[in-house]
């Protein structure tokens, strides 16, 4: 969870983007529901140019926590169709 976010991150401003990728899908299998893990997913996939697999990593962030506004953002920032509800 948090602790694999923040380590990711670290090893990412390392410069060690894959390596920090590879953690955080790790953690995701064991915290398939954690919006800060798919957050930080999204963003590694869409900087690496992966634009495919970051819109299904916003995609399910947007499933996991439909009232922020951030995760609809970043969605529609990747081109997926996203209508924005929020409660």
């Given amino acids: 969870g948090k602790n694999a976010v923040w380590t990711g991150h670290v090893v990412a401003n390392a410069g060690k983007t894959e390596q920090a990728r590879m ?6 299998r ?13 963003g ?9 697999k970051a ?3 916003a995609e399910r962030l947007v499933a996991v926590a ?3 506004r951030e995760a609809h953002e970043l969605l529609q920032s990747l081109g997926g169709d996203n209508t924005p509800v929020f409660h």
């Fill in 23 to 28: 953690l955080w899908e790790a953690s995701l």
């Fill in 30 to 42: 064991t915290s398939p529901y954690d919006a800060s893990l798919l957050f930080a997913l999204a």
């Fill in 44 to 52: 590694a996939e869409r900087d690496a140019g992966h634009a495919d």
């Fill in 55 to 57: 819109r299904e990593y």
């Fill in 66 to 68: 439909p009232r922020s």
